[in-house]
């Protein structure tokens, strides 16, 4: 079963607003992750914050993660009609603790021009 | 470099036979990983390979599919007596112990499976 609960499940904004996907999940992690999925095509990973961080940049991107409320968070500043996507969470273990990642079930993003 | 390469692209068969799906890692990735993702939905961790440790079997969801991982490279998820409901898009990925000890894990295009 997923682990995370993605909010919204879909987002339609106008390009040049912020866009800000929430994440849920419900055991002990020691990281958070972040992938993008174009039209069905294979992930590409976004952004890595570790359970010890509280906050990660990287160009546009902004994420938050609160483990006493098993949450986290991405923002996408300043939109593009190119980000249009769908996002999902997926919760990690060390690497030598097990592999798996839980994703959640996707925020589908739509950056109107 | 190369990333993680699947094949097929697309695979449509009938419903009871058995399908091969295929996985080549990253050179030097010594972690490889099968989920699957149904239409609309997040993606189902199925099985993981360590090096040559037992693999994580876990979320294989019925004894008709099984995986094996060849080499310590390339991957082969085979599932038996295919049903409906196994129709889904499979993916693979690799990810390597230089990753600082967390899992980063790169993504191959997906096989789409359509069961009739």
């Known amino acids: 079963s997923q682990q995370g609960e993605e909010d919204p499940q879909a987002l339609s904004i106008q390009e040049g607003e912020n866009a800000t996907m929430n994440c849920s999940y419900k055991?002990?992690?020691?990281?958070l992750q972040w992938y993008r999925q174009n039209s069905g095509r294979g992930l590409v990973h976004l952004i890595l914050?570790?359970?010890?961080?509280r906050e990660k940049h990287s160009g546009r991107l902004r994420v938050t993660l609160d483990t006493s409320k098993k949450s986290s968070s991405l923002l996408i500043t300043a939109s593009r009609a190119a980000d249009t996507a769908s996002y999902f969470c997926?919760?990690?273990?060390?690497?030598?603790?097990?592999?798996?990642?839980?994703f959640g079930q996707g925020t589908e993003l739509s950056v109107k021009p | 470099g190369a990333g993680v390469s699947q094949s097929p692209s697309n695979k449509v068969t009938e419903k009871g036979k058995d399908v091969e799906l295929r996985c080549d890692p990253i050179?030097?990735?010594?972690?490889l990983y099968w989920y699957r993702q149904s239409l609309g939905q997040g993606l189902e961790f199925l099985i993981y390979?360590?090096?040559?440790?037992?693999?994580?079997k876990s979320g294989l969801p019925s004894d008709r599919f099984s995986a094996e991982r060849t080499g310590g490279s390339v991957s082969t998820l085979t599932i038996q007596r295919t049903q409906q409901e196994d129709s889904a898009v499979y993916f693979c990925?690799?990810?390597?112990?230089?990753?600082?000890?967390?899992?980063?894990?790169?993504f191959g295009p997906g096989t789409r499976l359509t069961v009739l």
């Open positions: 050179s030097g990735h010594t972690a």
């Open positions: 914050i570790r359970s010890n961080e």
């Open positions: 997926a919760t990690g273990l060390f690497y030598n603790q097990g592999g798996k990642l839980i």
């Open positions: 390979f360590q090096g040559n440790s037992a693999p994580d």
């Open positions: 990925a690799s990810s390597s112990p230089t990753s600082g000890g967390y899992n980063e894990q790169f």
């Open positions: 055991t002990s992690i020691n990281n």
